[in-house]
């Protein structure tokens, strides 16, 4: 029985045509048995301003945008913007 002491993540950066943004897809497994691990808490299907996950819970997908391109999290709890509102 593996314990799952060390583990292997990939990450893809995938942009969205059609939107001009970014996606970040995560993956990640136990490097000593290979078992992939599921992402709890996550809405199945993508989300384009925040996280969602594969069906499967394998790969979580988490919207990303390159730095001063968008208010960061900080300045939207500072300035109350909400995530819609860019």
């Known amino acids: 029985m593996c314990k799952h002491e060390s583990f292997a993540a ?5 942009r969205m045509e ?6 970040a897809e995560i993956t990640v497994h136990c490097a000593q048995c290979d078992l992939p691990f599921q992402f709890m808490g ?14 499967d819970g ?6 990303i945008s390159p730095r001063g391109a968008k208010p960061s999290p900080l300045q939207r709890m500072a300035f109350n913007v909400s995530k819609f509102d860019v």
């Open 10 to 14: 990939k990450v893809g950066v995938a």
């Open 18 to 23: 059609d939107t001009g943004q970014f996606m």
């Open 42 to 55: 996550l809405e199945p299907g993508i989300d384009t301003q925040g996280a969602r996950v594969s069906v």
């Open 58 to 63: 394998l790969e979580a997908r988490i919207a």
